[in-house]
């Protein structure tokens, strides 16, 4: 298979995006003051779920939603008129609900949301899970200091994002990294990231002839996967969002072969 399913124009769209949730992320810095103690967390539960009030004040959510949308039409042009149509209508209330919505990433909600208003059904949800990144990133630092002592099956123990991405870096370290917040915490080399089974015999390697620098690792237990990304190969350093993005192939692959929840 083919790495490159993804166009050249879709990757620079997010690249884009990318560098718009820094500059944002570092805006919103001293405007949000997130500090978490771990001391008032169960460390066995995803932080996001357990916050008493949301880490997304409207107003900065808001702002981050406009500057999402300057880059969409920057580089989608086309999209100009109904992204304009659809921020200028958001109400407050509006943007609340779209804060609790991408939150618990409530896709059924933002599809309703794009029929009621005549919108494509990709762009709600899409604007809003954007515009929400750069406060998972917020989020994520304020754990940096101990989301190691977080022992979460299955999910990222920062926002809850179901495990799909990993880094084995110098020396065959694998660290877990999450695609939506970019937390980055320690994993045991061979054990299944999905049910906790560490018998090597039930863990194998997929690999693809075209790519070196990444593999599916599957488990036999539960029927689900990970994958593997060897940042020794890699000519730069990227963010786990982008190396989700530019290692969809093995998604692809990995649901073929029957691999993945629902399979």
Request: glycine share 4%; aromatic share 8%; with cysteine.
């Amino acid at each position: 298979m083919n790495p490159n399913v993804v166009s050249e124009e879709y990757l620079n769209l997010q690249k884009a995006i990318i560098n718009k949730h820094d500059v944002l992320r570092e805006r919103f810095q001293a405007e949000l003051n997130l500090h978490l103690s771990k001391d008032e967390l169960n460390e066995e539960i995803p932080v996001l779920p357990q916050l008493k009030g949301s880490p997304v004040p409207g107003e900065l959510y808001r702002k981050s939603i406009k500057e999402i949308e300057s880059v969409l039409s920057e580089h989608q042009p086309e999209l100009g008129e109904e992204l304009s149509r659809l921020t200028a209508n958001l109400t407050d209330e509006d943007i609340l609900k779209w804060i609790k919505e991408s939150v618990t990433y409530n896709t059924a909600y933002f599809q309703t949301f794009a029929e009621k208003n005549e919108l494509s059904a990709w762009l709600p949800h899409f604007l809003a899970e954007q515009a929400l990144r750069p406060f998972m990133h917020l989020l994520a630092q304020a754990c940096r200091p101990f989301i190691n002592e977080f022992e979460v099956m299955g999910t990222c123990p920062c926002c809850g994002e179901p495990h799909r991405l990993a880094k084995i870096e110098n020396k065959g370290r694998k660290f877990l990294y999450c695609p939506r917040c970019e937390t980055e915490w320690k994993q045991r080399r061979l054990q299944c990231v999905h049910c906790g089974d560490d018998r090597h015999e039930h863990l194998f390697y997929i690999t693809i002839k075209e790519d070196e620098t990444a593999k599916l690792e599957v488990c036999e237990t539960c029927n689900n996967y990970l994958k593997l990304v060897e940042t020794k190969k890699l000519l730069e350093k990227k963010t786990a969002a982008l190396l989700d993005l530019e290692t969809i192939h093995l998604d692809f692959v990995a649901q073929e072969e029957g691999y993945g929840e629902g399979q």
